[in-house]
């Protein structure tokens, strides 16, 4: 089967009671929020859910889309979306070696990688979303 040409992924910014936000720190990238690629025939809606679940251990439940980052020559459009914690235990999974539930300005230090930190400031600012960021 030849690769896809396009890749689709989505994302969740999760945020519980506290409004701390949910984290997976990744064997590569270091601290993230959860996502993954969305599987054929997969909504992006079950797809971020599945994600989350599979990486973080953490049933969630989408409360809105945010918005689009479109990585144009790597054909990736990278969907994110806004969720609260509904169930579920923190797990590890190899591709999440922690989890865990921070308070934002915290989190923000904590993710390291410039495109990341700007997934998590532009899903929690409504007066941008929704939003098609293409670089």
Request: glycine residues 8%; hydrophobic residues 40%.
């Amino acid at each position: 089967m030849a690769p896809p040409k396009h890749i689709v992924s989505a994302a969740t910014i999760v945020l519980n009671e506290k409004n701390e936000i949910l984290l997976i720190k990744g064997p590569r990238r270091g601290w993230e929020i959860p996502g993954g690629q969305v599987e054929e025939g997969e909504s992006l809606r079950a797809a971020a859910i599945r994600e989350t679940k599979e990486e973080s251990g953490i049933d969630v439940e989408i409360i809105k889309f945010c918005g689009i980052f479109q990585n144009i020559s790597e054909s990736i459009c990278n969907t994110l979306f806004l969720a609260k914690p509904i169930g579920g235990e923190f797990t590890t999974s190899s591709e999440s070696l922690e989890v865990g539930f921070f308070p934002l300005e915290q989190a923000l230090e904590m993710v390291t990688w410039t495109n990341f930190r700007q997934r998590i400031e532009y899903g929690l600012n409504d007066e941008l979303q929704p939003f098609c960021v293409e670089f």
